[in-house]
Each structure stands twice: as structure tokens, then as C-alpha cells.
């Protein structure tokens, strides 16, 4: 902590929603990766909506 390590990392878990909206641990300009894609039935229709609000909340952290 005293060099400085860390000091602008954001803990998911202390945030709004558990979630640190806005973040990217990428690399600059790389595309997020589209890995998963939950189907409109069952629990997957629950996930899609958390999804969905996930992004939402990417989208207003990073307007500029």
C-alpha cells in the first residue's frame, strides 16, 4: 500500500450492484469477447436480464 499499488482498484463487491460497471481489464481498444449467450427459457431468461442490466450499467459509466 505505501508504494502506491492498487490505490485506484475498484473491489466488485463494495460497489453498486457487486459489480465495478465501466471496468475493462483488457487491453486498450481489444474487443470484449462475446462467450456466452443465455436462451429465453428457464434460468437463462433471469440471466439474460442481469445481462442486460450489467451492460446498461457499462454503457452509462463510460458515456463520456
Do not use: C, T
Request: proline share 8%; hydrophobic share 30%; charged share 30%.
Amino acid at each position: 500500500k505505501d508504494l502506491g499499488h492498487g490505490h485506484a482498484y475498484r473491489y466488485a463487491h463494495d460497489e453498486p450492484h457487486a459489480y465495478a460497471a465501466g471496468e475493462s481489464y483488457l487491453p486498450q481498444g481489444m474487443a470484449e469477447p462475446h462467450w456466452y449467450e443465455p436462451v429465453e427459457r428457464g434460468l437463462e431468461s433471469k440471466i439474460a436480464e442481469r445481462m442486460a442490466f450489467l451492460r446498461g450499467l457499462d454503457k452509462q459509466a463510460n458515456k463520456p
